[in-house]
């Protein structure tokens, strides 16, 4: 056998054993899914913003926001919104954005996750203001 076949046959062998433990190991425990199961089965969002397994956002027709900080989720109204602020972590020197909603439900903040985009939480954290009357 040469060289190359041995090789074709080593690496597929490791992403076959990849693709099967993520199947069989990861089923309802993705981001996506984490989130999913804290939003009500009838919210259709005008506009959300998932990142990893923390969401915002909002249905007008029934006056909804929700919020998910995995493992945490709450769905209130805007106006039940008590305040809304940007923070910033360092780690390593690499500084993550998040949006810190304070709500009255336990565990009374959720932050949102958006990675290294100050941009993308300022646009939101205005939204959200204008949405909640701040």
């Known amino acids: 056998m040469s060289d190359a076949a041995l090789l074709v046959i080593v690496f597929g062998s490791v992403i076959v054993g990849i693709?099967?433990?993520y199947k069989l190991f990861m089923r309802g425990d993705t981001d996506k899914?984490?989130?999913a199961?804290?939003?009500p089965k009838d919210f259709k969002p005008e506009w959300g913003v998932r990142h990893g397994d923390?969401?915002?956002g909002y249905e007008p027709k029934t006056d909804r926001l929700a919020l998910v900080d995995y493992p945490h989720g709450t769905v209130v109204r805007p106006a039940d919104v008590?305040?809304?602020e940007a923070s910033d972590e360092s780690i390593l020197g690499i500084v993550h954005r998040w949006l810190v909603v304070t709500v009255p439900r336990k565990p009374g903040q959720f932050r949102v996750w958006f990675g290294l985009r100050a941009a993308e939480?300022?646009?939101v954290m205005e939204k959200?203001?204008?949405l909640c009357g701040r």
């Open 82 to 84: 008590h305040s809304i």
């Open 37 to 39: 199961k804290h939003l």
């Open 128 to 130: 959200l203001k204008a």
């Open 54 to 56: 923390t969401y915002v």
């Open 19 to 21: 693709w099967l433990s």
């Open 33 to 35: 899914e984490r989130v």
């Open 121 to 123: 939480r300022n646009a």
